[in-house]
């Protein structure tokens, strides 16, 4: 078929088509462009900078997370999606999120400063946190064209908004080398990227409105996103909160590194989830169709395949890619990313998943499986870590997918959205990949699991931080 008939017209399926393909490349443009600040920043600033960032971005994701009232799914999901009244009400509640947000960093920077023992917290949580604040004004003009599939100008927009933070994020390292570069560059992306969503999406202009009844109904459906987003935090944040408590920040740059690398190919399948196969779910509920079925096992086959391709790469290939993108200060970075690329390879049969939930509304089951999924996460961190160190965490994400796929798939049967024969077959490649990998790596991966292991408090008896990996 031609390109231009099967993306283009109005339809679902052209819709679709194209959304993927902008999210697709709007996602690989914004790694890139982070890829070559990492590149970049990691030859004008020491590890310990990048660990410290890491920290203090945790705390600040934390914030986000935990005043989380679900607005977006809300919007894209209710019949009210594109009535002003609700709109301008979400965008109200939004901005006063906003504000909440960025005055509990203020209270929060003493307390942490002295539990981390870093007294550069004090004054960086308070300005970091300033993103809060200026993306709780953030249009709703965006949601709305995710909610019909409408993608590309919010994906130029993104993609220019990244350019212009590196850009200050360079300039800032060039003049003061220190982790306050990297909190400036994220400042003038936000204020960009605020300013570009209000002034070139096109559609309604937000004004403050508070309507009671739009009101009942935001807060009514995301009670429960915002329990769920706490156990989400967990999965996603808590190994670098965890670590920076029992680990020196330098190895904690390492890490990040490693994990900055290693979270692309779930970033991008999580961003085709969140903007191509939500909406999808809404429009094309698997139960009440066969022929919807099969047009989602399509889209889901595709994200999978992607993602397991992209994993498959970093398991082979991520030693010998570090060295070449990195000096000898981030050489452990290289098993770590080994490690965690492969412990990611199994929940590639989950992704995207469970917005069907969200998608029929039902965020109560949708947050009961994220709770499940923190309250694991959570307990095989701090077991794992233990017994084998920083090893141990790397592989929580395999040991989190056993006892969350039945969970999922119970849930999702409810539904008849399972596809069970279709995730074995994807799970028996991924043990396949996983073999070969850990073969092709054996010699560095040995070194790196028994330096973790000796260091690990199950042999130490403590658990203080100590230098690990950092030379």
């Known amino acids: 078929m031609h390109p231009r008939k ?9 819709l679709a088509l194209r959304g993927t393909a902008i999210t697709l490349g709007g996602t690989a443009s914004q790694q890139m462009l982070r890829l070559l600040s990492n590149l ?22 934390g914030l986000q ?6 607005l977006r799914p809300s919007i894209i999901q209710s019949k009210r999606g594109e009535d002003p009244d609700f709109l301008n ?33 004090l004054w960086l949580l308070p300005v970091v946190g300033l993103n809060a604040l200026i993306t709780g004004f953030y249009s709703t003009k965006g949601i709305v064209a995710n909610r019909n599939l409408l993608l590309g100008r919010q994906t130029v927009i993104a993609v220019a908004c990244q350019v212009l933070g590196l850009i200050a994020m360079i300039a800032m390292a060039l003049i003061w080398p220190s982790v306050w570069s990297l909190v400036v560059g994220g400042l003038v992306s936000s204020l960009v990227a605020v300013w570009a969503n209000h002034r070139f999406i096109p559609g309604m202009s937000n004004r403050l409105r508070w309507e009671p009844t739009a009101v009942r109904e935001l807060i009514g459906f995301g009670r429960f996103i915002f329990l769920s987003t706490i156990a989400t935090y967990v999965v996603g944040q808590g190994d670098r909160l965890f670590l920076g408590r029992t680990i020196s920040l330098a190895d904690l740059g390492i890490y990040n590194v490693a994990f900055f690398l290693g979270a692309f ?20 509920p698997p139960g009440a169709d066969r022929r919807n079925f099969a047009k989602i096992r ?34 452990a970075a ?21 917005r069907l939930l969200l998608a029929v509304g039902d965020s109560r089951r949708f947050s009961r499986l994220e709770i499940y999924r923190g309250f694991f996460t959570l307990a095989f961190m701090v077991g794992a870590f233990w017994l084998w160190g920083i090893f141990g965490v790397l592989v929580v994400p395999a040991l989190l997918f056993l006892v969350t796929y039945p969970l999922q ?14 995730d074995a077959a994807f799970l028996a490649l991924s043990a396949l990949i996983i073999a070969a990998a850990v073969w092709f790596n054996w010699s560095s991966l040995a070194e790196f699991y028994r330096t973790s292991r000796m260091l690990a408090p199950s042999v130490t008896g403590s658990w203080e931080p100590t230098v690990i990996f950092a030379r």
């Open 6 to 14: 099967l993306f283009g017209g109005d339809g679902l399926r052209a």
């Open 334 to 354: 290289g098993p770590m990313l080994v490690v965690l690329a492969l412990a990611q390879l199994p929940g590639t049969v989950l992704i995207g998943s469970s």
């Open 40 to 61: 970049i920043l990691t030859r004008l600033l020491f590890p310990e900078a990048f660990g410290m960032m890491a920290l203090v971005q945790s705390f600040t994701a």
């Open 298 to 331: 399509k889209a889901r086959d595709l994200v999978t395949s992607g993602q397991m391709a992209l994993y498959t790469i970093l398991g082979l290939a991520a030693v010998p890619l570090v060295h070449l993108m990195y000096d000898d200060r981030y050489a």
């Open 65 to 70: 997370m935990f005043s989380d009232l679900g």
């Open 265 to 284: 190919p779930g970033m991008l399948a999580g961003m085709v989830a969140n903007q191509i196969l939500f909406p999808l779910y809404r429009q094309l």
């Open 409 to 422: 798939q119970s849930y999702l049967a409810r539904y008849d959205a399972t596809d069970i024969p279709r």
């Open 89 to 121: 009400t979400a965008w109200t509640i939004q901005i006063m999120r906003g504000v909440a947000l960025w005055l509990f960093a203020c209270l929060l920077a003493w307390p942490l400063a002295r539990f981390y023992g870093e007294e550069q917290i």
